[in-house]
């Protein structure tokens, strides 16, 4: 008798194991029976497309040429990074160069890594948004912002790396400011400005009109 509320709650917990794995099992079946029935018909509707939207859709690979293009120059953005650097190296071997001259010539590089970092993510980004999935969910090179791209974050990145290409400009403008007037210092410190509050703007407008889920 003193065992009975124990073997009673055994015997509770065990219907409720056998309940939970019963939903469980019916939850996967279901899933393998939609993904049975509605796999075929998902393939079925894509080929029986009409022939106006099927070609309005096959335009999209009219975007793979400029694509293509975008390579192209990136090509000769490593051209002109590796003729800079050796520029750089011949100048520092004949010990013709001043610090600033150094840091004018660094900065250049970097603004062209930055440039070949934005034609990574516009190639990329907008091949996988635009033209056609590049299927690289299990590649291990994979960037980490790809797994979540879209057009609008597409644009805020874009921006992002505007901005920065636009800060090292400015930089070096600062540095050899005796060459320069004072009114091309103020208009590119409000063009920089301008690319800093139009990147704020699409940020805020791509948070609103895509708000992140709330954790439940």
């Not at 299927?135 to 992002?160: C, F, I, M, R, Y």
Request: no cysteine.
């Amino acid at each position: 008798i003193a065992l009975w509320p124990f073997a009673v709650r055994a015997a509770g917990n065990n219907i409720k194991n056998i309940k939970n794995r019963n939903r469980g099992y019916n939850k996967a079946m279901e899933e393998k029976r939609n993904t049975r029935v509605n796999g075929p018909l998902m393939r079925r509707a894509s080929d029986k497309l009409r022939p106006l939207p099927r070609w309005i859709f096959m335009s999209r690979w009219l975007q793979a040429p400029l694509y293509i293009g975008l390579i192209g120059a990136q090509a000769l953005y490593v051209w002109q990074f590796w003729h800079e650097l050796v520029l750089l190296v011949q100048k520092m071997t004949a010990h013709n160069i001043t610090e600033t001259e150094i840091m004018l010539i660094v900065l250049g590089l970097i603004d062209v890594v930055m440039i070949s970092n934005l034609l990574v993510m516009v190639i990329v980004g907008g091949w996988e948004t635009f033209v056609s999935r590049l299927e690289l969910e299990h590649h291990p090179d994979q960037p980490e912002w790809l797994s979540h791209v879209n057009a609008g974050v597409l644009k805020v990145k874009l921006a992002t790396a505007i901005i920065g290409i636009s800060l090292i400009h400015l930089l070096k403008t600062f540095i050899n400011a005796e060459h320069y007037t004072e009114k091309v210092l103020l208009w590119q410190t409000l063009i920089h400005l301008t690319f800093v509050f139009s990147a704020i703007a699409i940020a805020y407008t791509e948070k609103l009109t895509h708000p992140p889920e709330k954790a439940h």
